[in-house]
């Protein structure tokens, strides 16, 4: 799947572009027909821990999906991301199936 990675306001390292692509290619396993995904990391202003925020966008056929997390670091934000697109392609896996 391609996958394309933004930073917002701040430069990102191989080591989470690596580590981002490797979760996001866990979820073709669970819909298929993935066209293409958009990740955008940001660093959010607030005096908190937990002010890193990674957006993954999702493109389907006939759809689009959009998942946002907050977390004390990129790599949780991403792995939360992961697992609730994971559900949403999921169901709409079982929404095609249920039509068909």
Do not use: W
Not at 78 to 91: F, G, N, P, T
């Amino acid at each position: 799947m391609k996958v394309n990675v933004h930073a917002v306001n701040f430069t990102v390292d191989r080591k989470l572009v690596g580590f981002t692509q490797t979760r996001l290619d866990k979820l073709e396993k669970f819909y298929d027909r993935v066209v293409n995904s958009d990740v955008f990391f940001k660093v959010d202003n607030t005096n908190g821990k937990a002010n890193k925020i990674a957006e993954i966008k999702i493109n389907v056929p006939g759809d689009e999906f959009m998942v946002k997390k907050q977390c004390k670091t990129f790599e949780e934000a991403v792995e939360l991301a992961a697992e609730s697109m994971e559900r949403l392609l999921v169901k709409r896996k079982q929404k095609i199936r249920a039509f068909s």
